[in-house]
């Protein structure tokens, strides 16, 4: 855990918040009873997965100044975040994370944990765009970054442009001496202003153990 608390504080630019936790194997109720409305049904690995994600994001809101307050879920399972803040959660095997931010600075905001050791080769074959297949070959582990950052990315612009693109829909060069990644295809169906936005997204991530973590954020203008 505390690798990820130390990759999450090397890639959070100034003004973004980050909290990180053990998904805890047996844990209470929820919080507030309308993120409930989320869990009807859900398996205890997963209302454990919620509840970790949601402390982390009120620790992430409370590092930027904010009360704690419920985050439901939209009915997307977008988590609905206090007015003027933008946030993202994710989790992956036993740990969780979140993200919070300023609307007033970002104007997208998207994390993504993913393991390095589970993509099969044919999950590579539709994540990889042909533009990154000559970096990437074989290799497991740089497969399962471009995965992350492409979630990362979805997270980031969904709650704006609502897009539900493809995983080759975008394209990234990797660069692995900055620990960066940049967009330098985006499929041309998409909207004109998403397409501009992803050439401007930053994305930065960080390898520990067997899991990659992504941040992609876009600055306003
Ligand atoms: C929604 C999605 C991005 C979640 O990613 P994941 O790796 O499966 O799971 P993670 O643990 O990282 O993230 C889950 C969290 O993302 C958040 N989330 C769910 N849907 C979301 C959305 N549409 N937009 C933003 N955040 C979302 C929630 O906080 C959720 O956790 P919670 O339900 O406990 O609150 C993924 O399941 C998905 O549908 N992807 C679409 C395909 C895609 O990514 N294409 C890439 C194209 S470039």
Not at 19 to 38: D, K, L, N, T
Not at 133 to 162: D, H, I, M, N, T
Request: charged residues 20%; contains cysteine; glycine residues 8%.
């Amino acid at each position: 855990m505390n690798e990820l608390d130390d990759a999450l504080q090397a890639l959070v630019p100034v003004g973004v918040c980050a909290s990180a936790a053990v998904v805890a194997e047996v844990v209470g109720p929820v919080a507030f009873a309308e993120e409930g409305q989320h869990l009807v049904n859900a398996v205890s690995a997963r209302r454990n997965e919620f509840i970790g994600g949601r402390r982390c994001a009120r620790a992430a809101l409370a590092d930027l100044g904010q009360a704690a307050v419920a985050l439901p879920a939209d009915a997307d399972g977008v988590p609905v975040w206090p007015s003027g803040v933008l946030g993202s959660i994710s989790h992956s095997r036993g740990l969780c994370c979140a993200v919070a931010a300023n609307a007033a600075v970002l104007a997208g905001l998207g994390l993504d944990l993913e393991k390095t050791n589970r993509l099969s080769s044919r999950a590579m074959e539709r994540v990889v765009h042909a533009a990154e297949a000559a970096f990437v070959g074989e290799s497991q582990r740089f497969g399962s970054l471009l995965f992350s950052a492409k979630e990362a990315f979805f997270k980031a612009q969904y709650p704006v442009w609502g897009a539900q693109p493809n995983f080759k829909d975008l394209a990234f060069q990797i660069d692995s001496t900055n620990q960066a990644l940049a967009v330098v295809e985006v499929a041309d169906y998409l909207p004109e202003t998403l397409r501009t936005a992803a050439t401007r997204m930053q994305f930065r991530y960080r390898f520990f153990g067997d899991y990659v973590v992504t941040l992609c954020w876009l600055m306003r203008p």
